[in-house]
């Protein structure tokens, strides 16, 4: 009998704790699970309008970015990896003509706001380390392609310094297929390793022939490009430069595994 009581208790102590974290935290959990709008910014010229969108999940963040006419219709611009990125910040520059959104306070995501094409992603401080020893505040997108910004430390919330960053005019192009069929291929992950080291992923959405261009995200040349196809495998390409034609870029599947040639 004393066992049997000793066990309830246990029981009552473990209900106990849980109505009081539930108590304390459900507000917080409510706003982390459920879908929301979390972070809204209007341009300079009241035209456009930014937001942040988190999805259901039970494991958040799930946050996915979109633009769209102020009071019109919005386009999901990016799909932010789920359990690993969020935005919490929106810059534009001052004719409005661009927006950006920095993810995880490291990666600047640059849009033109009239077409929402994706024109930069640039890495602000280094990814070391999940969520990174460093980011990025106070930042400035600027019209004529500069960025400036404030380096802190996570740890301290410390101030290290302002620096600016260039947004790279060139812009890596891509014209996929399939080297047996010549079969445009049509959905893709590009994965970019810059000179140091750091490591930049784009979704893309080929167009019928096949062709992708990157945002901008460094001169070049790239270490190595990743090419993923979902279902398929992953091909790497190496010493990668940054050329005015498009890349010519031809899959194949060999033994299981995903190959990719460049002329």
Known sequence: MNEVRVRWKAVFNVVAVLVALAATAGCQLAKDLFPRTHTTSLSPDGR????????????????????????????????LA?????????????????????IRDQRLAVFDSATGEHLAFLQLVPADGYPGSQGARNVVL?????????????????????????IPRPRLSLQMSWAETNVPVNDAWVSVTVADGNEIAVRTTPGADGLVRLPAIAAGPFRTVHISIPGVGVAVLSDVSVTERPLEVKLTRQSGRLAAKSP
């Open 82 to 102: 789920p359990d690993s990125d969020w935005c919490r910040t929106v810059v534009w520059t001052s004719d409005s003509r661009r927006v950006g959104f920095l």
């Open 142 to 166: 600027r019209p004529d392609g500069v960025v400036s910004f404030e380096r802190f430390d996570r740890a301290t919330n410390r101030a290290l310094g302002a620096e600016t960053a260039a």
């Open 48 to 79: 456009y309008t930014a937001f942040v969108r988190q999805a259901a999940n039970l494991d958040p963040p799930d946050d996915h970015l979109y633009l769209g006419p102020s009071g019109g219709s919005a386009r999901r611009l990016m799909d």
